[in-house]
């Protein structure tokens, strides 16, 4: 296993990179959801890069690997990227995105993928799959993390709330749970859909230690990961704030932001998106 880095210029060079292979993937494409997985790029890179994440992309399977699952599974492309930047397949893979035949389907497919931990997409299930984890791990003897990222449209669904009951029950010290909170889901404003604030007083009121950051700033990300380490006894949610289709203006200033959820950057967008991520 490679050490980890803390050199936030070089990680912000690495989410550039990361966001530019998110923008020519899903254009390719024609499909995927390319804003969902821009927000997240900084909540990724310090697991996969920073040595949070206890992993070897030569091993996947690795019995004491820390465990990485994307409940919200249409920000599949995030996902791939970082692991074929790391070393678990060929990063010219990626230009496969979605083409029929293709391990790198639309969701991750742990069957297919290697450093999928989880086969995701139906939202709300992955925190239930991380607390399996969790107590796996414990009833296994073995100290791993689990560590699962959620859509805030997605922490709507009641088996979120399911597990998050569990997690508190059991006492899992071993499991954290990311909200990438962008604030829109597929048909509208999370807040106009269905209001989910406030939040950390409801996952504190479930029994959780919460973390609130922003979640583009990647010394407050690693700071994060750092402070859940040292939590006993209880899970451990990280409230990242973070902005849908991050460094993409066309995403960003777009009134309607859920007009972008699950729609490719057309060529032309995606020429001038590269432009601005160069």
């Excluded at 993928?113 to 139906?122: C, I, K, L």
Aim: glycine share 12%; aromatic share 6%; charged share 20%.
């Amino acid at each position: 296993m490679e050490e980890g880095t803390r050199d936030l210029g070089k990680l912000s060079q690495l989410a550039g990179h990361m966001r530019r292979t998110i923008v020519e993937i899903t254009t390719k494409a024609g499909s995927g959801h390319p804003s969902t997985s821009l927000s997240m790029v900084e909540l990724l890179l310090p697991l996969y890069f920073g040595g949070v994440l206890r992993h070897d992309p030569l091993n996947p399977r690795w019995p004491d690997r820390d465990r990485f699952i994307l409940s919200k599974g249409h920000g599949a492309p995030a996902l791939y990227t970082v692991l074929a930047m790391r070393g678990y397949f060929p990063e010219a893979d990626l230009s496969t995105l979605r083409v029929i035949g293709s391990a790198l389907e639309g969701h991750p497919n742990m069957l297919r993928v290697p450093g999928v931990e989880a086969s995701t997409g139906s939202l709300g299930q992955g925190l239930s799959l991380g607390v399996g984890h969790a107590l796996a791990g414990r009833l296994d003897g073995r100290d791993y993390r689990t560590y699962v990222t959620v859509g805030d449209g997605e922490s709507q669904e009641g088996q979120v709330w399911e597990a998050a009951m569990a997690a508190s029950k059991f006492g899992l010290g071993n499991l954290v749970c990311i909200l990438d909170h962008n604030e829109y889901q597929q048909t509208g404003a999370v807040r106009g859909v269905m209001p989910i604030e406030p939040v950390n007083d409801r996952w504190s009121a479930f029994g959780w230690h919460v973390i609130e950051i922003d979640g583009h700033d990647l010394g407050a990300v690693f700071a994060a990961y750092d402070e859940a380490r040292t939590i006993k006894g209880q899970p451990t949610l990280i409230h990242a704030h973070t902005v849908k289709g991050k460094g993409v203006r066309a995403i960003e200033q777009d009134e309607k932001q859920s007009h972008y959820h699950g729609v490719p950057l057309s060529p032309d967008e995606a020429r001038v998106a590269l432009e601005e991520l160069a």
